[in-house]
């Protein structure tokens, strides 16, 4: 009797919880593809991208979306920066991006986009905005943000924060619930 309730339970609810459930493939064109990388500490994001970044022991990078969309990114780890470069703007496609780093010590964030490193804490940070953006931190001990022509950056955290903002943009520290609420919203939507 109690397999036969265990059966039927799984027949109803495991059905209902994957519908529930956004999914990448609900199209049936979206792929996800995924490669290591050598470990690197710094990343440059060009011409925008959702980007996650991850705690893990060894780089490694996944690019989900559609095929065509993910043959316009680029990513290529050179002296220890990982340099992404998206042209999926001019295609009208989106892409996320999710990145697995032991550590991460330096972003930098050219023509939109949005990074969210607040799941790999780090004591220092350099984080910078060209032409605009949104950078999401967890930092400790020190945070150099760097905003020229509009972008966010939002911290988690009690560092000593040093700004340069030139032309429009914020540097502020956030709710870390709120920032997490936030991040998932976004790639909810995203998607």
């Not at 042209?87 to 972003?107: F, G, K, R, W």
């Not at 060209?130 to 560092?159: C, Q, R, S, T, W």
Request: charged residues 20%.
């Amino acid at each position: 009797m109690k397999k036969l309730r265990l059966f039927l339970f799984t027949l109803l609810v495991v059905p209902i919880a994957l519908y529930a459930q956004p999914s990448l493939f609900e199209y049936g064109e979206q792929v996800i593809k995924k490669e290591k990388l050598e470990n690197f500490e710094e990343l440059e994001i060009t011409n925008g991208a959702l980007v996650t970044v991850q705690y893990a022991q060894e780089a490694a990078i996944s690019i989900i979306g559609y095929q065509d969309c993910i043959d316009g990114v680029s990513a290529k780890v050179t002296s220890n920066r990982l340099h992404i470069n998206s042209q999926n703007s001019e295609m009208n496609c989106a892409v996320e991006i999710v990145l697995e780093v032991p550590v991460i010590t330096d972003i930098t964030l050219r023509n939109g986009g949005i990074v969210d490193v607040t799941a790999v804490t780090t004591d220092t940070m350099f984080a910078s905005i060209h032409n605009g953006g949104e950078i999401k931190a967890a930092v400790h001990e020190f945070l150099y943000g760097k905003i020229v022509d509009g972008g966010e950056i939002n911290y988690i955290g009690n560092p000593d924060v040093q700004s340069d903002i030139v032309g429009g943009g914020t540097l502020s520290q956030t709710d870390p619930f709120k920032a997490y609420a936030q991040h998932h919203k976004t790639i909810a939507e995203s998607l």
